[in-house]
């Protein structure tokens, strides 16, 4: 299982990596664009085409930030630690879905088993985190049962 975890990392890690290269590659091109657009006789149209490409700009680079944060939020998961209750860096297997807890990335497929990798923050994460093994809750009128924190 802790080949498992080491994987379930792994793909959390290049998932934040993919979204960091798109981000910067849609910055570095609004900014190539806004320094080819050249002033035309048209001022207020180079004005209001240079504002688009600032505003864009603008939320690339909110973007760029959050996805950072996920990263340092990665780098401060050890993937090698096996612990009794569930917190960040945990798979937690439940009768309901296996959930890696880490950062909100989607469903991640390893060995052909589906994980769900959720931030402690989340809804499920917060219920999870703290948890052992045995222990249940409910959460949108589903029932789980955890049957093994790793």
């Known amino acids: 299982m802790n080949e498992i975890k080491k994987e379930l990392y792994r793909q959390c ?6 979204r960091l290269d ?5 910055i570095n091109a609004a900014q190539q ?9 048209a001022g207020d149209k ?16 909110v973007q760029l930030n959050e996805a950072n944060k996920l990263m340092v939020t990665l780098n401060r998961i050890s993937s090698n630690t096996k612990s009794k209750t ?5 798979l937690v297997i439940t009768n309901n879905g296996n959930f890696y807890i880490a950062i909100s990335a989607g469903t991640l497929t390893v ?8 931030s402690p ?16 809750f409910k959460l949108n009128d589903k029932s789980y049962r955890i049957e093994e924190v790793i």
């Open 46 to 61: 180079y004005e209001t085409g240079r504002a688009m490409m600032q505003q864009e700009t603008d939320r690339n680079r």
């Open 86 to 90: 569930a917190e960040a860096g945990s």
């Open 121 to 136: 923050a989340s809804p499920i994460g917060v219920k999870l985190k703290g948890q052992k093994n045995g222990a249940e």
């Open 13 to 18: 890690i290049n998932y934040v990596q993919k």
């Open 22 to 26: 798109s981000i910067t590659h849609a």
């Open 111 to 118: 060995n052909g088993q589906s994980f769900f990798a959720v």
């Open 33 to 41: 664009a806004a320094n080819e657009d050249t002033k035309s006789s």
